[in-house]
């Protein structure tokens, strides 16, 4: 092994991720949407300095008020990414449509929708945000893919995962062999998985792994949802978060409560120490908050190559068969014992 550590680029191309006969179009992808992450966080860590905090006073296509820091993001995404060359449709929760590009512009074969800034509520209060993309590739002959072309099953993924913009910048992803974890380095601004003999302080060891081949634990001892919507619940969704706050030692309870306002930062917990994520339906709005698309399928694409489960209480998130580009899902995700037991209590069955 040599000195430099196991960068992104390097692990994709020595486990030639994503693509048997690869051609190294989409290591230059992935590291195309390293890139947006590393821009991003870079306009993170300066926000409230440089006046980039706030609305812009729009409101995009799901009704919410537009931050300066979503459009930024979407901006920076689409540009690192149309500039790859290697994409012929872009799709984002900040568009209504997605971005055809323009007739003579270099493209490839890959459909990217991804959701550029994600906990928008944390955008302002320094708190966790992320970004969550899904890697589609596009089977048309010729041409442009047209929209209904991007609405694809989650199980058609060639490849998905989120950046996390806490503590530190990561990069997780999977391309359908195991879940592994980069981490930005801001030093030398690339991401490691490994930081082999870089000047390692004394009584460190040679080896520092940052989240190789994650395995999700079977069960957890926490669970994130949004309590303040309880009485919108349907009544199965109410017993299973009671049941969780119950006291019984044999079962782990009651679990902890940890909701952060941002999906990929609690689904990013989730996968390293176990649990649930919930955003449910609500009796007067079955289909929940979150998008199916690009939030939805490709965490749980993520989730489920690490050996847990994404549900809408009743059927495979992966399993849906997608409508509409901004399409609203309940979501289920964590834990392969604790999303079952939840699914249990959706279905009346506890
Ligand atoms: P955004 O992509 O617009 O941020 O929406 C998704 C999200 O912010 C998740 O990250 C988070 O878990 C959830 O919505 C919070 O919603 P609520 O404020 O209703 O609890």
Not at 156 to 183: C, R
């Amino acid at each position: 092994m040599g000195r430099t550590g196991i960068t992104l680029t390097r692990f994709i191309i020595e486990t030639r991720a994503g693509d048997p006969a690869a051609t190294g179009e989409f290591s230059v992808l992935l590291a195309q949407i390293g890139l947006a992450g590393k821009l991003i966080a870079h306009d993170l860590r300066r926000a409230g300095l440089i006046n980039i905090l706030g609305a812009t006073g729009a409101t995009n296509v799901q009704g919410e008020a537009v931050k300066k820091l979503d459009e930024i993001a979407n901006e920076t995404f689409i540009k690192v990414c149309q500039d790859s060359g290697l994409v012929c449709a872009l799709a984002s929760e900040e568009m209504e449509k997605p971005l055809q590009l323009p007739e003579n512009w270099p493209r490839g074969k890959y459909m990217l929708l991804f959701d550029p800034l994600d906990g928008s509520s944390n955008t302002d209060i320094n708190m966790p945000l992320g970004a969550i993309f899904s890697i589609l590739r596009y089977e048309g002959k010729g041409g442009l893919p047209s929209a209904a072309d991007i609405v694809r099953k989650g199980t058609e993924q060639v490849a998905a995962g989120y950046l996390m913009y806490g503590s530190s910048t990561m990069l997780v992803f999977t391309s359908g062999q195991g879940v592994n974890g980069f981490t930005l380095h801001p030093g030398i601004g690339e991401y490691l998985l490994s930081h082999e003999n870089i000047r390692m302080p004394p009584g460190i060891g040679e080896y520092l792994l940052s989240h190789e081949n994650i395995r999700m634990p079977a069960r957890g001892k926490v669970y994130a949802v949004n309590e303040g919507n309880y009485h919108k619940w349907p009544a199965g969704t109410r017993r299973y978060i009671d049941h969780l706050k119950e006291s019984d030692k044999a079962t782990g309870r009651p679990y902890s409560s940890r909701y952060s306002g941002c999906l990929a930062a609690d689904v990013h917990r989730l996968l390293l120490g176990g649990g649930i994520y919930l955003y449910p339906g609500e009796t007067d709005k079955p289909e929940g908050k979150l998008r199916l698309l690009y939030e939805a399928n490709p965490l749980a694409l993520v989730v489920e190559q690490a050996g847990g489960r994404a549900s809408t209480g009743t059927m495979r998130i992966l399993d849906v068969e997608p409508k509409a580009l901004h399409q609203r899902v309940p979501l289920l995700i964590g834990s392969a014992e604790d999303v079952s037991l939840a699914e249990a209590f959706f279905r009346g069955e506890r």
